[in-house]
Antibody
Framework: QVQLKESGPGLVQPSETLSLTCTVSGFSLTSYGVNWVRQPPGKGLEWMGTIWNDGSTDYNSALKSRLSISRDTSKSQVFLKMNSLQTEDTAIYLC????????????WGQGVMVTVSS | DIQMTQSPASLSASLEEIVTITCQASQDIGNWLSWYQQKPGKSPQLLIYGATSLADGVPSRFSGSRSGTQYSLKISRLQVEDIGIYYCLQAYSAPFTFGSGTKLEIK
């Protein structure tokens, strides 16, 4: 069955770089795109970016200068790197499969809470 | 960037009542609109894709519709398990944008 699981550090120092991994199973990264979405505590969902099945990427314009999404298809892993973290980057970070066409984000990981604090 | 204006921000309704949530897109997005339900402490779950298609396993009391650039999610007979926060998402063009969410409670 389709599964996605996020992993990474729970605590990051201000101005440091966040590195997260989304490990997928049940589908191939060369067939489906994967999105990163974040949710600050008590707030709404924010799309961060997508890595498409062909390896191309799209980013939220507000985060583009700090954000990088990449993948290792052999390991079924998608990576998020975001630099210059601030306290407002404290959030739950989620990865979600793009169902393709207009199919929406059809499968989601459980999310990982990242706190930016010294 | 395409803006998605979602309303209402919160909604309290009685069991078995009909509930409607709307999202207004700032420009044409075709049918590239999906709806999600998020229960407390859980990840969002896809309810509707392609503006009107029901996702697998979603009860038939949920439905989606479109009129121009206005999109609606309807719950035909509200159940206790429907409480949560609902979001729309446009994936017509990047940057993709979520609506601000609608918190649904039982009256």
């Amino acid at each position: 069955q389709v599964q996605l699981k996020e992993s990474g550090p729970g605590l990051v120092q201000p101005s440091e770089t966040l590195s997260l991994t989304c490990t997928v199973s049940g589908f191939s990264l060369t067939s489906y795109g994967v999105n990163w979405v974040r949710q600050p505590p008590g707030k709404g969902l924010e799309w961060m970016g997508t890595i498409w099945n062909d390896g191309s990427t799209d980013y939220n314009s507000a985060l583009k200068s700090r954000l990088s999404i990449s993948r290792d298809t052999s390991k079924s892993q998608v990576f998020l790197k975001m630099n210059s973290l601030q306290t407002e980057d404290t959030a739950i970070y989620l990865c979600a499969r793009d169902g393709g066409s207009s199919w929406g984000f059809d499968y989601w990981g459980q999310g990982v809470m990242v706190t930016v604090s010294s | 960037d395409i803006q998605m204006t979602q309303s209402p921000a919160s909604l309290s309704a009685s069991l078995e009542e009909i509930v409607t949530i709307t999202c207004q897109a700032s420009q044409d997005i075709g049918n590239w609109l999906s709806w999600y339900q998020q229960k407390p402490g859980k990840s969002p779950q896809l309810l509707i894709y392609g503006a009107t298609s029901l996702a697998d396993g979603v009860p038939s009391r949920f439905s989606g519709s479109r009129s121009g650039t206005q999109y609606s999610l309807k719950i035909s007979r509200l159940q206790v398990e429907d409480i949560g926060i609902y979001y729309c998402l446009q994936a017509y063009s990047a940057p993709f944008t979520f609506g601000s969410g609608t918190k649904l409670e039982i009256k």
